[in-house]
């Protein structure tokens, strides 16, 4: 039922790559589906992702907003990203690119670390004694359902807001630096003003 609100194309040369970098054997990986809205994981005692991740999920259209603001956020205002340059003096496309670039980068390293860290540790902290006596894989094992301990699972995470990031760029680049109808400057201002008044 996932696929039909969410659809998450089956890709075989990409799935086959990602079930065997989390150890899945051939004849599991065949069977993926979706767990926890966008995680292909087999449905097999081992291969199951067995609840999903709260700190899995970034805000990415933070991420051009910190390009444009060289990681600046004015929401919590203080520096957050990495200095990728003040946008007003970037002088082609490329350069804004590559400070977008960077503070995905930055920002994907975050959210993998911290997801990490919430899998490794989370069973000491919240134990699941309900999934656990329901997954068979705990209950002939008696360790917690969310231990890493013989789970192959899906350490998957989730760009939230992802769209705003290739619609921005896209339009950025066709009224500022290709047809030139506003300046960086401008579109800074008016973000700085939320375009009240523009």
């Known amino acids: 039922a996932t696929d039909l609100v ?14 065997a970098w989390y150890g899945h054997p051939l004849e599991e990986a065949r069977l993926w589906v979706n767990q926890a809205c966008m995680s292909p994981c087999p449905p097999t005692k081992h291969g199951f992702q067995p609840f999903r991740m709260a700190s899995a999920t970034a805000n990415c259209a933070k991420m051009i907003e910190y390009a444009l603001f060289d990681g600046y956020d004015h929401v919590v205002q203080m520096q957050m990203g990495p200095n990728t340059g003040d946008a007003r003096n970037f002088t082609d496309f ?5 400070a977008w670039v ?5 920002i994907m ?3 993998v670390r911290s997801s990490n ?19 068979e894989r ?3 094992s008696g360790i917690d359902v969310v231990s890493p301990e013989g789970e192959r699972g899906n350490a ?23 047809e ?4 960086m400057g401008q579109l800074v201002e008016a973000l700085k003003a939320n375009w009240e008044g523009y």
């Open 156 to 178: 998957w995470v989730t760009f939230f807001t992802w769209v705003e990031n290739p619609d921005s760029l896209a339009a950025v680049k066709k009224l500022v630096y290709d």
């Open 94 to 98: 490329e350069q804004l690119f590559d």
């Open 6 to 19: 969410i659809p998450l194309p089956k890709r075989p040369g990409i799935d086959k790559q990602q079930h």
């Open 102 to 106: 960077k503070q995905m980068e930055w």
């Open 109 to 111: 390293d975050i959210l």
């Open 180 to 183: 030139k109808k506003y300046t």
């Open 117 to 135: 860290l919430g899998r490794m540790k989370d069973h000491e902290f919240f134990g699941r004694p309900f999934l656990s006596a329901i997954s």
């Open 138 to 140: 705990s209950v002939e």
